[in-house]
């Protein structure tokens, strides 16, 4: 017999291919970016002698994990703030000593920057205000990001520096906090966390974001994801150069599908972009836009949101329409409805992010126009406690579904929406197959799916929603090397052992980018 050259052999694995034709194998071999084999053990007599072998010594091989909604530059930025999310700090308390800690060796004038805090389970149960940012550093501007990412507070510095004052208006989309007694600003602010990224607070200099991106490069390929999709709103042409940058020093290994905002569809349009353009390291994605009733109304208006999203559809573009509550839900699939009507096209894939209350009269819509649902299993576990709390008893049964999606035909995918949440996907599988909150409590359980239902909505889900299915997300001759070495099979694991699964090998195009 014939050998065969490859670049790589991983052998004496547990392979799950995510490929329905056949969904396990022992072997898989790559050249040249690609998969040349999948087969058994008796196929590395092919490749003796002529290869990099890989004895995987039974641990399961995944296709790469594949982010379907991520917002990478914002995550560089967090990742070289200060840590306020709930497994750092306990109160505003504990907030303010980090603050004033950082402002120690701080130069006076020079922003700093806090992020992740969630005000339900800080033990004041309320944001944190201006002045209690103020106590802990008074000649400092200070920003503090919500974990959502919808809301900040600036202390006053960071309020002066932003133009705010009493007489300030809420402007279109945000709402400034106001205290009661005196109308004056409290620091809090809603739907304005973009301005004042962009227009206050000075971009990261060159050194701070190879800095931020060398970090968020080792969280992602740690936690096998090898393909992202950047799901930030603001991004344009200026953005693009950047992810082009980064790839071209191999700073950022993961491959990226770059959505951008209607504000660039002109400028990229008439650059010669079109979707899909790039190769396989970056390419361009969806048309993204961010609705949401922040200020009690929609933002955008329908009428608005309808003209955006057919002129992104008519000029061939997917679109990508962030919608969390159930009337912004129902406006985005209004929306679809509507461009669809007026020029009807067959395989849109047309996208809903989040859909986080989907009640079954908007599933049936939503399975009429065949929209894609992007999700995120992992706030299940890592705000359950909070939905429990807040959300109506109404609404529980529709939030965050999953069995639902899959059953109803929709080719849902999963993601992190990341900084908003850790990226690691096991977390978000544990969840999808769990239902469970970190303290244990069950949210919506009919919705639970099964460990492999979850694997293939962060691997072949997430390449459906790019259009990219027949390049990656399972385990097949012809498609792209990007692969996962796991540490325990999760198909064969009890639940709770889901997320306690580790990576052990990341594969992109055939080669080993990180390894524990």
Not at 355 to 372: D, E, M, N, T
């Amino acid at each position: 017999m014939s050998t065969e050259a490859a670049n790589l052999v991983l052998y004496n694995a547990n392979v799950l291919t995510m490929n329905r034709r056949r969904p396990r194998a022992e072997v898989v071999a790559a050249k040249d970016g690609k998969i040349v084999r999948v087969g058994t053990n008796n196929d590395c007599d092919l490749f003796k002698g002529r290869s990099k072998l890989i004895n995987c010594e039974g641990k399961t091989v995944i296709p790469g994990f594949n982010d379907a909604h991520i917002h990478i530059l914002a995550y560089a930025s967090n990742l070289l703030s200060i840590d306020c999310s709930p497994s750092s700090v306990a109160s505003i308390s504990d907030i303010q000593e980090k603050i004033r800690q950082q402002a120690e060796h701080t130069p006076r004038g020079t922003w700093i920057k806090g992020t992740g805090y969630n005000e339900f389970y800080l033990a004041e149960h309320r944001h944190p205000n201006r002045h209690d940012l103020d106590r802990a550093a008074p000649y400092h501007p200070v920003r503090l990001t919500q974990r959502s990412l919808h809301a900040c507070v600036l202390n006053s510095p960071g309020l002066s520096l932003a133009g705010i004052s009493i007489e300030t208006p809420d402007p279109p989309g945000g709402l400034i906090d106001r205290e009661p007694e005196t109308g004056e600003p409290s620091g809090l602010l809603f739907g304005m966390n973009s301005y004042i990224n962009e227009q206050v607070i000075p971009p990261l200099s060159e050194k701070e974001l190879r800095q931020g991106i060398k970090l968020v490069n080792r969280s992602l390929l740690s936690s096998g994801i090898t393909s992202v999709q950047d799901a930030t709103v603001r991004n344009g042409f200026d953005q693009w150069q950047k992810f082009l940058c980064l790839k071209e020093r191999g700073e950022l290994a993961p491959r990226i599908s770059m959505m951008f905002g209607l504000h660039a569809l002109d400028d990229l349009t008439e650059r010669g972009f079109y979707y899909g353009y790039g190769d396989n390291g970056l390419s361009l994605g969806a048309v993204k836009f961010a609705l949401d009733e922040t200020s009690g109304r929609l933002n955008p208006s329908q009428g608005e949101l309808n003209e955006g999203v057919f002129q992104a559809h008519r000029a061939g573009f997917q679109v990508a329409i962030h919608a969390v509550e159930e009337n912004t839900v129902e406006a985005a699939a209004a929306a679809l409805e509507h461009c669809l009507r007026l020029n009807p096209r067959a395989d849109h894939r047309h996208r809903l992010e989040h859909c986080s209350v989907c009640p079954p009269p908007l599933l049936r819509r939503l399975k009429a126009i065949k929209a894609v649902v992007v999700t995120q299993p992992a706030f299940i576990y890592y705000s359950g406690e909070r939905y429990l709390s807040d959300v109506a008893d109404t609404q529980l049964p529709w939030l965050y579904r999953a069995r639902s999606f899959l059953k109803s035909g929709l080719k849902p995918a999963a993601s992190s929406d990341c900084p908003v949440a850790p990226c690691n996907p096991l977390v978000g599988v544990y969840a999808a197959v769990t239902r469970r909150a970190e303290s244990g409590q069950a949210l919506s359980p009919k919705e639970a799916i099964s460990p492999e239902e979850a694997l293939r909505m962060y691997t072949l889900g997430g390449a459906y929603a790019s259009f990219e299915e027949q390049l990656k997300g399972s385990i097949e001759v012809g498609k792209l090397a990007d692969l996962v070495v796991l540490s325990a099979d999760p198909t064969a694991v009890s639940p709770e052992e889901l997320k306690e699964i580790r990576v052990e090998k990341t594969i992109i195009g055939g080669e080993v980018v990180w390894e524990r």
